[in-house]
């Protein structure tokens, strides 16, 4: 995107400006601070069609490559939620032996479950280090980006897909058009697109202004999906809620006039318009609100560290590098971050430097406090760390507003 907004090319104006960002996946190695990379994380609006969407997003091969250190399947509760999705999509899309692609399959997560039924499948990923773990997993991928040349290699080589799968990818993909004029192509007439990512509803209801990073491209409404669909022949047909990620929106698209469009296409589309969740009123009173998270986070922080308390951070998420950077979270506040991934383990969390350590640590710690910077996985996590708590351990949350959890 170069100025221009990347659905209809009209000039996008900004309503969020986080300042300096470095990569939110970049964990690095102590030599290697004064290589890192930034950028301006910023936050638009498109004034023609609405669609929010980052500003200046970084070149995709900066982001995702051969080290991309975000593996799917470290969270039980998504291990389920995929394969239910994919037991759905094997279910739905309607043939006795279907052809399944899935855009991003990461390590696996979803496309093991056809893998393991000998449903045919392909995955498609950039990162060769997640896609090896999908590999020992049993699932067949190619490694590259989804757009619309991928999708045409895929056609001559495998024929149409039945049903095309993304979860959390197409709001990574700032080149939106090509990747869906590739689904329009790679997908069978009658076949089913599916996908899900965070909603801008529930980022803006929550204030989860950390779901804001390089990664993200897009924050998703269903009447900004339902633009672009049509614009590659294709029709939104369902728009169905999910828990996961703190909140998204599950988007079923079809070519256009071959599935019955539901009624919550229109319902969600409505509710949009009353709210105006992609008007500037909102916009502005959300951005008021993340300054004021930013404040009372720090005070708290601040707090703890003048009581003597020790603070960790839990879940070195790719949200919580906009969460620490933007609200200037150094080490003498955060000493240190645990986490399950061992690819992140001795490294550095993005820009400010705070250790990441590996999760066994963390009992060992006995730390007074952890801020949950997973905290879209918080059921699970708080399920898993009873001990914690027992011991008088608090919980420091931000989403959907600052509190020490009771
Ligand atoms: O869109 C994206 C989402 C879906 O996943 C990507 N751009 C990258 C990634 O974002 P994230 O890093 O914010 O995702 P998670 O799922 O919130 O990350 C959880 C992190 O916390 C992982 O590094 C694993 C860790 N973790 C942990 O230490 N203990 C997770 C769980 C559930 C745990 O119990």
Request: with cysteine; proline share 5%.
């Amino acid at each position: 995107m170069t100025g221009r907004c990347a659905a209809c090319g009209a000039a996008p104006e900004v309503f969020l400006d986080f300042g300096r960002m470095p990569l939110a996946n970049g964990f690095l190695a102590a030599g290697e601070f004064d290589a890192e990379r930034f950028f301006d994380l910023r936050v638009a609006c498109c004034p023609s069609c609405r669609l929010i969407q980052l500003a200046e997003p970084p070149a995709p091969q900066l982001m995702f490559n051969d080290a991309y250190p975000f593996f799917s399947s470290t969270s039980r509760r998504m291990g389920e939620h995929f394969e239910e999705l994919a037991l759905a999509l094997m279910r739905e899309c309607g043939v006795r032996d279907p052809f399944i692609v899935e855009l991003g399959s990461n390590d696996g997560i979803l496309l093991q479950h056809c893998a393991r039924r000998g449903v045919r499948h392909l995955g498609v990923e950039p990162s060769a280090n997640v896609a090896a773990a999908g590999a020992a997993r049993g699932v067949r991928s190619i490694r590259r980006f989804f757009d619309g040349d991928a999708a045409g290699e895929i056609l001559a080589s495998c024929g149409h897909a039945d049903a095309i799968v993304a979860a959390n990818v197409m709001c990574h993909i700032a080149d939106i058009h090509s990747a869906l004029a590739g689904v329009a192509a790679l997908l069978r007439p009658g076949g089913l697109f599916v996908f899900e990512d965070p909603y801008w509803g529930d980022i803006l209801e929550r204030t989860a202004y950390d779901q804001v990073y390089d990664e993200h491209a897009f924050y998703f409404t269903v009447g900004a999906v339902r633009s672009l669909v049509e614009r590659h022949g294709m029709e939104l047909v369902d728009a169905c809620p999910q828990q996961v990620h703190g909140g998204s929106m599950r988007y079923t698209v079809a070519h256009a006039g071959r599935r019955t469009v539901r009624a919550s296409v229109g319902a969600w589309i409505g509710r949009e318009r009353a709210s105006g969740l992609d008007r500037p009123p909102a916009l502005a009173s959300f951005r008021a609100r993340v300054e004021a998270s930013r404040g009372d986070l720090v005070a708290l922080l601040r707090r703890f560290r003048d009581d003597g308390r020790r603070v960790v951070g839990y879940g070195a998420t790719s949200k919580s590098t906009t969460v620490i950077n933007y609200c200037g979270i150094t080490p003498d506040l955060v000493e240190c971050i645990t986490d399950t991934t061992p690819a992140k383990h001795g490294k550095y969390s993005p820009g400010a430097h705070i250790p990441i350590r590996p999760h066994a640590d963390f009992a060992a710690l006995r730390a007074d406090a952890a801020v949950l910077f997973a905290w879209n996985h918080r059921d699970e996590i708080l399920e898993k760390e009873r001990a914690f708590r027992d011991r008088g351990g608090k919980w420091i949350l931000f989403v959907p507003s600052v509190r020490v959890l009771e």
